[in-house]
């Protein structure tokens, strides 16, 4: 498998249209530019087919659903983006829409027929990997124990927080002896293991700032130019995939309502994943406007088929082949925000992200395509929160952030 400097397979010259190889751009984000990638990830068989259709047969089945939805529930179409921007790729990438990938044997169920609706979460449960099961304390205060010269680590007074920072320009290996696993942490980065919420809001502040207690042209001490927010929303095939953990009966960005807003820069990006549940989304643009953080761009991940199908009907009522991340900026202290001044004029860009998708928990990694709307792409400020894997030269914070760099998803290239 050849060796890449870069997991875009298409770009248009506006960058607003981009298939982007999903593993690469989470492999070649744990190296430094330059660097060779001696390992590859372990993924799922790219899906050649589309999943079979659950949508309504007929019109006029079509509008019951829809009245039983509900004007809003459907209310953000994206339809004809989406088609545009898949038939702009057509048009100019003729090679399949995703990279050789670092396959193992599925293990799949010979038991009943599956529901259609689970279909794209059990790609989980056939991956033959069994991950160590430790509890936040437990993995973080081991992880602490394996620190060699190259990494350094603070575990909070209560033992609800362990953070580890990687300094060196080179990736370490991090070895556990009960249960055996090692963990490859990449270079400049840093972690904070913990759950999220209330009780470690004051850790988390206290770690932000001591990671960063320093004022860049951009950021004040413990402030990032960009913070990354994929949150475990609630969503039944993820919970019975049990892929990652989901949080019941509670908006997930609630636990961040008040804690976040001191974090961001000035002018700072926020960026978060939502669902296609209109909650959802009003739950995210509530945080948006409770952080002075106005929504300038929408991006619509939309997954593809190796040849570029998408993996649901674009128009289906029940299931969407896509997810939207909500892109926001910081306004200045001297900015009077368009979420408090309803005559600012609010102009919201989208751009669409092609991809054939990889295990149910895993996003494109999004680095190669922030860092240009970075005010310095070489030195910046990044966290991404509910994390499940380090980021080369970012701060990843959760309680799953090590669960893709554990060594059991990679495989050495020879």
């Known amino acids: 498998m050849e060796s890449r400097k870069t997991a875009i397979l298409y770009q248009n010259e506006q960058k607003t249209v981009t298939l982007m190889d999903i593993p690469i751009s989470i492999s070649l984000a744990q190296i430094l530019p330059g660097q060779s990638c001696d390992r590859i990830l372990l993924s799922t068989p790219p899906l050649e087919d589309p ?19 509900g004007p809003t529930e459907d209310a953000y179409d ?51 990997v069994q991950e160590p099961h430790l509890s936040v304390l437990e993995l973080g205060t081991r992880l602490a124990e394996a620190c060699t010269k190259s990494c350094t680590y603070t575990i909070s007074a209560d033992g609800r927080m362990v953070a580890i920072q990687n300094a060196t320009s080179k990736p370490v290996e991090m070895s556990i002896p009960t249960p055996p696993a090692i963990f490859h942490i990449p270079p400049h980065s840093e972690m904070i293991l913990s759950n999220i919420g209330a009780r470690t809001a004051w850790a988390f502040k206290y770690e932000a700032l001591r990671l960063y207690p320093t004022s860049t042209a951009s950021a004040d001490p413990g402030q990032f130019d960009f913070i990354l927010l994929d949150p475990p929303w609630q969503n039944r095939s993820v919970a019975r995939s049990k892929s990652y953990k989901t949080i019941r009966d509670e908006d997930p960005l609630q636990l961040l309502h008040g804690e976040l807003d001191q974090h961001i820069a000035p002018n700072g990006l926020v960026g978060c994943w939502v669902t296609n549940k209109c909650d959802v989304r009003i739950a995210a643009k509530n945080c948006f406007e409770a952080w002075n953080v106005d929504l300038v761009e929408e991006w619509i991940w939309i997954k593809t088929t190796a040849s570029g199908e998408p993996v649901y009907e674009v128009e289906g009522l029940w299931r969407k082949p896509y997810e939207v991340l909500l892109l926001g900026r910081k306004a200045t202290p001297n900015e009077v925000s368009a979420q408090v001044d309803g005559n600012k004029a609010k102009t919201i860009s989208r751009r669409l992200i092609a991809g054939v998708p990889d295990l149910h928990s895993r996003k494109p990694c999004l680095k190669d395509l922030i860092e240009p709307m970075m005010p310095n792409r070489k030195d910046y400020r990044a966290i991404e929160i509910f994390a499940r894997i380090m980021t080369t030269g970012w701060l990843a914070y959760g309680d799953e952030a090590l669960k893709f760099n554990w060594a059991g998803y990679w495989t050495e290239l020879p």
């Open 51 to 69: 999943y079979p259709s659950t949508e309504p047969k007929s019109c006029a089945a079509r509008a019951r659903v829809l009245s039983r939805m």
């Open 78 to 128: 994206y339809t004809d983006f989406i088609r545009k921007g898949l038939q702009e790729i057509r048009d100019s990438h003729k090679a399949s829409w995703c990279l050789p990938r670092n396959v193992r044997p599925m293990v799949r169920s010979t038991g009943k027929k599956r529901r259609v609706e689970d279909l794209e979460a059990s790609i989980d449960d056939a991956m033959p």
